[in-house]
């Protein structure tokens, strides 16, 4: 299994950022796919989480109305729109897949917000 995050950088706030995750090496369209972040010098958190079947999708509540998950199960890859960024978005964002009761994660991306 991997999981390789991009999209991420340097946004002033109030900007956007979309962020990607590419997988390889499961059955990505039967596995929920998540984003995590981890804000300097915190815990890391769950972000949002995407279903497999029907693609419904969860929110931490300090994102939902800004933030968008999405996945591509033709490309294997899960998307994370972020809109109206706030400072406290600064995080390295990760994704996250559980196949077969075992964690994956990836290198994670970093989001910086700031002006």
């Known amino acids: 299994v991997q999981l390789v995050e991009s999209g991420g950088g340097l946004v002033q706030p109030g900007g956007s950022l979309r962020l990607s995750c590419a997988a390889s090496g499961f059955a990505f369209s039967r596995y929920d796919m998540n984003w995590y972040r981890q804000p300097p010098g915190k815990e890391r958190e769950l972000v949002a989480t995407i279903r497999s079947a029907g693609g419904s999708t969860v929110y931490a509540g300090s994102v939902k109305g800004r933030f968008t998950i999405s996945r591509d199960n033709f490309k294997s890859t899960v998307y994370l729109q972020m809109n109206s960024l706030k400072p406290e978005d600064t995080a390295v964002y990760y994704c996250?897949?559980?196949?077969?009761?075992?964690?994956?994660w990836g290198k994670g991306t970093l989001v910086t917000v700031s002006s």
């Open positions: 996250k897949a559980r196949v077969v009761s075992v964690d994956y």
